[in-house]
């Protein structure tokens, strides 16, 4: 793999390159008015987060890997709906929803993706969450 330690390279076929070495990672981000998530390994030097102010609530993931149906058991209630995003690991957004918790749980039903690693982003009135699912057949 080429590496230009954060910068951008062109090859002699005029490929262009970003990356850093022995790292590879999707990269992308997401921003609201909370704040901005960057996600990867490389991160621009001229963005500015800032942090997204949330209350401490524990979020369990299940199943993981997950076929078509993945749950989210949050520790408290939050009101509102909640967004949900899927990026593959290209950074590319797969899936969006919003939904509402049913008591303290948030399932996502009928995903149709193929096989592979996700992130998926959880957003919420003062509850922010981010984690990886594997999606197996």
């Known amino acids: ?6 910068g951008i ?3 002699s076929t005029g490929v ?5 070495i ?28 800032a942090p997204i102010k949330t209350n401490l609530i524990s979020t369990l993931v299940y199943p993981n890997p ?7 058991k949050l520790s408290q209630p939050v009101e509102g709906k909640i967004t949900v995003s899927i990026f593959d690991i290209n950074g ?6 919003e939904k509402e918790l049913v008591d303290t749980t948030l399932t996502i039903t009928n995903i149709m993706l193929a096989s592979g690693e996700y992130f998926v982003k959880l957003e919420g009135q003062n509850y922010a969450f981010g984690t990886a699912i594997i999606k197996s057949k």
């Open 22 to 49: 022995a790292q590879q990672a999707a990269v992308g981000t997401f921003s609201s008015k909370n704040g901005i998530i960057s996600q990867g390994f490389q991160q621009s030097k001229i963005s500015k987060s």
């Open 92 to 97: 590319r957004l797969v899936l969006f929803q």
């Open 9 to 11: 390279v062109a090859t």
């Open 1 to 6: 793999m080429l590496s230009a330690q954060g």
């Open 16 to 20: 262009k390159v970003s990356q850093t």
């Open 66 to 72: 997950i076929v078509d149906v993945v749950n989210f």
